[in-house]
């Protein structure tokens, strides 16, 4: 026979049972309410390594400095932790004194992300020891959470089928046969464009390399020169040329990366900055013809990629001076100045020009490559040119295409998976 329990009792055990369940609700609620937070906060510390990842890869690429990199990330991480909605991060960090710590590191390959590597090309953004106190779940005895987040960014090359922007207007001619260089060597001085009216076109008669890019006239190539032009070109497609040789406008436009502003363009200062550095060649460079082609002299001796840097101001120099502000020319804008870095570095188009287009006309694009400008464009009537240097890669706005490689050529700073870490 079963023992005979009170009314009473019974009441006392369903108290129990409901304490104990209402106990249970309270720890699933705290539970919920609490990873909310925490994923919110965890979201919020991601974007905040995300943008600092970003701006360090573009600054070490803009000026190959890896302190000034350091620098530009960490001003970006706090720039955002103070962002409003972020006053957790915020407060947990303490603008680098409290227990949420950010640390940059760089790395040569990706992977693996190798921590050392003294130049990059590749940033590694950490932030950990964010605590944040728990709410309803310390009656589960959990009394705080910790949560870390690390983004990775750097250059990734743009090669044919990709979509490439902010490409300069004019297009030199490469050997299909040879892709990624197109038969150009590294660091040789490259004439960009012709404006010789009586002298051989490597695409046709009549036709100065110019290109249309968002239209034709002496107005849009001038712009496009300044830097005017951000819709895209994708590769594999054609390359429309116009006719005219443009001089003035040309001339008129590049020139303002060097920080002279005639005709147009002047007031145009804000539009298009000069360069962070616009020291050119003393003397100034000459082209000589050579069948369809031009050799770059200076002072009588030819310029090539064995003796340009002992005769010119070339690429790697600029490099190295950007590597120290006080070096500069002319101010950054993001320090309150008024120059951009890499104004003088151009992502031109590449051109199959085996068949003949004379003026204006479609050439097969074959990719693209990039080019420091040697010095400013000068014009004496219609004679002027271009000179450049072909340089292995430079930074640019698009897209990758299905299938990018390694190679020459522009590329963009995205973000990567850190390949050692979990919380990317």
């Not at 303490?94 to 949420?100: D, I, T, V, W």
């Not at 949560?147 to 990775?152: F, L, Q, S």
């Not at 040879?178 to 004439?191: E, I």
């Not at 107005?219 to 070109?233: E, K, L, P, Q, T």
Request: charged share 15%.
């Amino acid at each position: 026979m079963q023992p005979f329990q009170s009314r009473s009792a019974q009441r006392g055990a369903v108290a129990i049972l409901v304490a104990i369940a209402m106990g249970a609700l309270l720890v699933t609620a705290g539970l919920a309410l609490d990873m909310g937070h925490t994923f919110l906060n965890k979201t919020r510390l991601q974007n905040a390594v995300d943008a600092a990842a970003l701006a360090a890869a573009k600054t070490l690429d803009d000026t190959g400095s890896i302190t000034l990199a350091t620098d530009e990330a960490v001003d970006a991480f706090r720039n955002n932790a103070a962002a409003t909605g972020n006053r957790e991060v915020s407060t947990a960090y303490g603008n680098g004194a409290g227990s949420l710590r950010v640390t940059v590191d760089y790395s040569a390959t990706l992977p693996p992300f190798a921590t050392g590597a003294p130049s990059g090309p590749y940033v590694r953004v950490r932030a950990t020891g964010f605590v944040m106190p728990a709410w309803l779940v310390r009656v589960g005895g959990i009394f705080q959470k910790t949560v870390a987040a690390a983004a990775v960014a750097g250059p990734r090359t743009l090669n044919v089928g990709s979509t490439v922007c902010n490409v300069a207007p004019m297009m030199v001619c490469g050997d299909p046969a040879v892709p990624n260089m197109w038969g150009y060597t590294l660091d040789a001085p490259v004439v960009l464009k012709k404006s010789t009216p009586g002298g051989q076109s490597p695409v046709g008669p009549g036709n100065f390399q110019l290109i249309q890019l968002g239209g034709s006239g002496a107005a849009v190539v001038r712009d496009n020169m300044a830097g005017s032009y951000d819709a895209c070109i994708t590769g594999g497609s054609t390359i429309q040329t116009q006719t005219g040789n443009e001089a003035g406008p040309v001339a008129q436009g590049l020139n303002t990366r060097f920080g002279q502003y005639n005709g147009p363009m002047h007031g145009t200062e804000d539009t298009y900055p000069p360069d962070v550095i616009v020291r050119a060649q003393n003397p100034a460079l000459n082209a000589v013809q050579s069948g369809n082609t031009y050799n770059v002299y200076q002072n009588g001796v030819q310029i090539t990629a064995q003796n340009i840097a002992e005769r010119l101001y070339d690429y790697q120099e600029y490099l190295t001076d950007l590597m120290d502000p006080a070096r500069y020319d002319n101010r950054p804008m993001n320090d309150g100045g008024t120059g951009a870095f890499e104004r003088r570095v151009l992502a031109v188009p590449v051109g199959n020009c085996t068949g003949t287009t004379n003026g204006q006309g479609a050439v097969p694009l074959l990719g693209f490559a990039c080019f420091f400008l040697l010095q400013p464009a000068e014009q004496q009537g219609n004679d002027s040119f271009v000179y450049g240097q072909f340089i292995n890669d430079c930074s640019v706005n698009g897209t990758p295409g299905p299938s990018p490689v390694a190679g020459n050529g522009p590329h963009i700073i995205q973000l990567y998976d850190d390949p050692n870490s979990t919380d990317s």
